[in-house]
């Protein structure tokens, strides 16, 4: 309601939204390093498959919920007529209802942007050399931590209509379904970041190469 007042102390707002998209182009344009691993290793952990890793396959199974969730809020934002919509934003998460929109916002976001990344993680755990899955977890790591932050503490924030506020009765439900959610993609991320071999691209000039060293 306050968008049409611009006033001056408005431009300060301005280094905020563009030095995070120069710094953004910047890392993606530099030179990446890929962690250095043997060949044999790299081919070995690519050799497995999804059930021989099973932090993957959990991995697997938490994606697959959160894809579930991330829809299902979705929908619930934009007006889903089902009794199972009804009683979910009724009884545990009614800010998705608040006026002032920032929670539909949030899960329209959510569901055009981070469902799809979820539904491609999917595709990077199970076919091997996906390098790109070594940037783009952390991005929507550190994304998925802010925006349900941001969630999470205006649906309990004392500030809030009550109306709104999570029903006390499901309050643990709230925070624990929303906390898995939120960090099922922290220890995504770090499996990653933390053992990357399965998703180095071994080209065949690698491999003819880790045999002559040999």
Not at 112 to 120: R, S
Request: with cysteine.
């Amino acid at each position: 309601k306050y968008g049409t007042e611009i006033r001056p102390a408005f431009i300060l707002n301005v280094p905020y939204l563009f030095v995070p998209v120069w710094a953004g182009i910047r890392i993606f344009r530099a030179s990446h390093a890929f962690p250095k691993f043997s060949t044999e290793k790299v081919v070995a952990a690519q050799s497995k498959g999804i059930f021989q890793r099973p932090v993957d396959m959990a991995l697997v199974l938490y994606l697959l919920g959160a894809i579930v969730f991330t829809l299902f809020r979705g929908l619930l934002v934009l007006d889903c007529p089902t009794d199972s919509c009804f009683s979910y934003i009724y009884q545990y998460e009614p800010y998705l209802r608040d006026p002032s929109a920032y929670s539909k916002v949030q899960m329209l976001v959510n569901m055009f942007y981070l469902l799809p990344f979820l539904c491609v993680s999917i595709y990077g755990l199970l076919i091997p050399g996906c390098s790109w899955m070594l940037d783009w977890t952390l991005v929507f790591a550190g994304a998925i931590a802010q925006a349900q932050f941001a969630h999470m503490g205006s649906s309990v924030y004392h500030r809030t209509p009550y109306t709104y506020r999570v029903p006390q009765e499901s309050w643990w439900d709230f925070m624990i379904l929303n906390a898995i959610y939120t960090l099922g993609m922290q220890i995504f991320a770090y499996r990653c970041l933390r053992n990357p071999a399965f998703f180095i691209k071994v080209t065949t000039e690698t491999v003819e190469e880790g045999k002559k060293q040999n």
